[in-house]
């Protein structure tokens, strides 16, 4: 099951990248996480051995501690990750108003002088 989601998860967090990473820091951004996650790898085999022999953990509770930090890494981005498009949109419509009341502003003031 693990290769299976590496496979989906790899083509997920490419797809991630390219969407909330500008092109010119994508390459650093996709080396940082595939160095991140093969450092992460490196222990995994041996802390899920040790939890498999330990007395009162278990397979079960190696299978319990994935869910769980699947579980918290995917509330995690589901609380924290923004997409950038939505801030960009939302500064340029601020923009856009900041602007619109500056014009009004002037014409007011040139209401104003005779």
Do not use: C, H
């Not at 989906?8 to 820091?25: I, M, Q, Y």
């Not at 981005?77 to 923009?95: I, M, Y």
């Amino acid at each position: 099951m693990g290769g299976a989601s590496g496979v989906v998860g790899g083509a997920a967090w490419s797809a991630l990248l390219a969407d909330l990473v500008p092109s010119e820091k994508r390459g650093r951004y996709s080396g940082l996480m595939s160095t991140l996650s093969g450092l992460a790898s490196l222990p995994a085999p041996n802390i899920g051995a040790s939890m498999w022999t330990t007395e009162g953990i278990g397979p079960t509770g190696v299978m319990w501690a994935q869910m769980i930090i699947g579980m918290v890494s995917t509330t995690q981005l589901w609380l924290f990750l923004r997409d950038p498009r939505e801030e960009a949109k939302k500064q340029k419509e601020a923009e856009e108003l900041a602007r619109d009341d500056g014009e009004k502003n002037e014409d007011d003031k040139e209401d104003q002088n005779p």
